[in-house]
């Protein structure tokens, strides 16, 4: 099974950094992904990350450390709109395709 | 290209009554994930189908069912309604041969039992 933490609420100014972190255990890493989910709506693809390192597209950043069971998601130049929640999902080795999700990071851009 | 679709959009039910969900998949897409999203908590995994086949199912009792048509358009079906099965239910779908298997989610079905 899998046990994925990651805050519950994190707060920010217009036009700041913020860095959201999600650790994780599991038996068979085989990649972590990162949603977003405004209220109301579906959640949409950020990014997926396998390897270790640092993935990189346009204000959003995914961060990688297997040894560490660790990830984090980095949001540069925060938008009004940036407000939602951010979930992170872990899959598993074993043939299943399916990931596990936390219970997501609600995040609140203040002007 | 159309995205994942839900319907209906609000469902509205009593206790003990059956409920029935539908999801349609973006064109092209085999398999089709099913979750339970209730206030507070996580996205709960509870089934994922593929060609027409049950591949997996999550942690939740059995009179949680569905199943997946020939066109890859899937039903949710709930039995027996309880309270705490009021939540959000997603529908999500992916190319079943895709490496990193991401996931197109639909906009949901809110469920609401009184």
């Known amino acids: 099974g899998q046990n994925i933490d990651q805050p519950t609420e994190m707060t920010a100014t217009e036009g700041a950094i913020v860095q959201i972190n999600c650790t994780y255990q599991t038996s068979g890493f085989n990649g972590l992904f990162w949603y977003q989910q405004h209220a109301g709506e579906a959640p949409t693809f950020l990014s997926y990350n396998v390897l270790d390192g640092l993935e990189e597209k346009g204000r959003f950043s995914s961060f990688l450390s297997r040894s560490k069971g660790y990830s984090y998601l980095l949001l540069k130049e925060l938008q009004m709109k940036d407000s939602a929640s951010y979930l992170c999902?872990?899959?598993?080795?074993?043939?299943?395709?399916?990931?596990?999700f936390g219970r997501g990071t609600s995040l609140i851009v203040h002007p | 290209e159309a995205g994942v679709t839900q319907s209906p959009t609000h469902l509205i039910k009593t206790r003990g009554q059956q409920a029935t969900l539908r999801c349609s998949p973006i064109?092209?897409?085999?398999?089709v994930y099913w979750y339970q999203q209730a206030l507070g908590l996580g996205l709960q995994f509870l089934l994922w189908?593929?060609?027409?086949?049950?591949?997996n199912r999550g942690n939740f009792p059995p009179r949680f069912s569905g199943r997946q048509f020939p066109n890859y358009s899937s039903e949710l079906n709930v039995n027996a309604l309880e309270l705490e099965d009021s939540a959000l239910y997603l529908c999500?779908?992916?190319?079943?041969?895709?490496?990193?298997?991401?996931?197109?989610f639909g906009p949901g079905t809110r469920l609401t039992v009184l």
């Open positions: 999500a779908s992916s190319k079943r041969t895709s490496g990193n298997n991401e996931q197109f």
């Open positions: 189908y593929d060609e027409g086949e049950e591949r």
């Open positions: 999902a872990v899959r598993e080795k074993g043939g299943s395709y399916i990931p596990t």
């Open positions: 064109s092209g897409h085999t398999s």
